[in-house]
C-alpha cells in the first residue's frame, strides 16, 4: 500500500470510486442511475460520501470482531452462549 489516505472521485464516466490516494485503482465503485441522480440532483456525491462511510464502519466492525474471535478460539473458558 502506497498511502494510507483514501480518496472519492467521480470519474469522467460519471462512476464514482474509492481509492487509496495517488492510485488508480477503485477499491470500491458506486454508479447511480440518471433517474437516481435526477432525483438527488447535486447531492448525489453527499450521498456516495455517506455510502462509503457506512462500509468503512461496516467493515471495521467486522474486522474487530474477527479479531476478537481469533483471541477467544484457544479459550473456551472465554467464549460467551447466548
Known amino acids: 500500500m502506497s498511502s494510507a489516505f483514501l480518496e472519492i472521485v467521480e470519474l469522467p464516466d460519471g462512476r464514482i470510486v474509492l481509492?487509496?490516494?495517488?492510485?488508480?485503482t477503485a477499491l470500491v465503485t458506486l454508479t447511480f442511475s440518471s433517474e437516481a441522480r435526477g432525483f438527488l440532483k447535486a447531492r448525489y456525491i453527499d450521498i456516495a460520501?455517506?455510502?462509503f462511510h457506512a462500509g468503512l464502519l461496516a467493515a471495521g466492525h467486522l474486522a474487530e470482531e474477527a479479531v476478537e474471535d481469533e483471541v477467544d478460539e484457544d479459550d473456551p473458558a472465554g467464549h460467551t452462549v447466548h
Do not use: H
Open 49 to 51: 460520501k455517506e455510502m
Open 19 to 24: 481509492r487509496r490516494a495517488e492510485e488508480d
